[in-house]
């Protein structure tokens, strides 16, 4: 599998982007049309965003085309930054958050990026790397043996380091290292963490980030970076403003539950601005 994944890669890097994202639209056509269990749970997600009964065939189509393009930015390895980040967006938070984070792991304190799968959240990894050189931590979801190997390696080489979504003592590590840590807080794959009202509906959210910004200190920032819909080949970068846990709150149950209620707001917020890109094929709402 893992040189099936290579041979992959090899042919990608060698078909220029706007081909690719030809190529992929019509993948992920066909992919829409015989994925069966994952269009329902991505049909009922976005359902929580514009209402039951809302959501076409064009609207998930979008959806799907999107994530095909993730798949081949990340098997490609075009994406370069800056060329890839919109200048506005891009100015803005190198000049606004940038320096506030730069400050609060000037207090060695660690820092928590929570992220969500919209637009390309590798790209968000890479572009993080980009502005905080040899300091991003990637936490990556439970994949085989051969995909986790091979992710890492991809990730790896656009400036990201990768760690398992179970290595809680190495994410402690990182954070008391003063490093950054990048966590995704809208999929609880293993449903080990909270029952919590989003776009009002129960959904599976974990409690991984509160409890790690609690027990460390760090502060926590809540972002997406969603495609540019003037031009596919750039993406904007986006983030809450509000640092959420700059207080360094106390470790309680209570403390926990209120972090992560409101992160789930800033989440439901940037969702809103793009749920068309809002990758979530898996179930996020308890049934």
Not at 192 to 207: L, W
Not at 224 to 251: C, G, W, Y
Request: charged letters at 25%; hydrophobic letters at 45%.
């Amino acid at each position: 599998m893992f040189y099936l994944l290579k041979i992959t890669e090899f042919i990608f890097k060698n078909i220029p982007r706007r081909a690719g994202y030809f190529f992929s639209d019509i993948f992920s056509f066909f992919f829409l049309v015989f994925s069966g269990q994952r269009r329902r749970n991505l049909k009922i997600n976005l359902e929580a965003v514009f209402g039951r009964g809302k959501v076409t065939y064009p609207m998930l189509l979008s959806v799907y085309k999107n994530y095909g393009r993730y798949y081949f930015d990340i098997f490609s390895g075009h994406i370069k930054f800056p060329e890839s980040a919109e200048n506005t967006a891009d100015a803005v938070f190198k000049a606004d958050f940038v320096p506030r984070i730069r400050d609060f792991l000037g207090r060695k304190k660690g820092f928590i990026i929570v992220s969500m799968h919209i637009g390309n959240w590798d790209a968000a990894g890479s572009y993080a790397a980009g502005c905080f050189p040899g300091m991003v931590n990637i936490v990556v979801e439970k994949l085989s043996p051969a995909m986790f190997r091979w992710f890492k390696q991809a990730r790896e080489k656009i400036g990201m380091k990768i760690i398992s979504h179970t290595d809680i003592k190495q994410m402690i590590k990182i954070l008391n290292n003063n490093e950054l840590l990048v966590l995704a807080c809208d999929r609880d794959i293993e449903k080990t963490g909270f029952q919590m009202d989003v776009f009002g509906r129960k959904a599976y959210i974990p409690s991984g980030p509160a409890k790690l910004s609690l027990m460390t200190g760090a502060p926590v920032i809540v972002g997406s970076f969603p495609r540019s819909e003037k031009d596919i080949m750039k993406f904007i970068v986006k983030a809450n403003p509000v640092i959420l846990n700059t207080e360094n709150m106390e470790r309680t149950k209570e403390n926990i539950e209120q972090l992560t209620k409101d992160i789930i707001m800033q989440m439901e917020e940037l969702i809103k601005q793009d749920p068309l890109q809002w990758c979530m094929l898996q179930q996020f709402f308890v049934r």
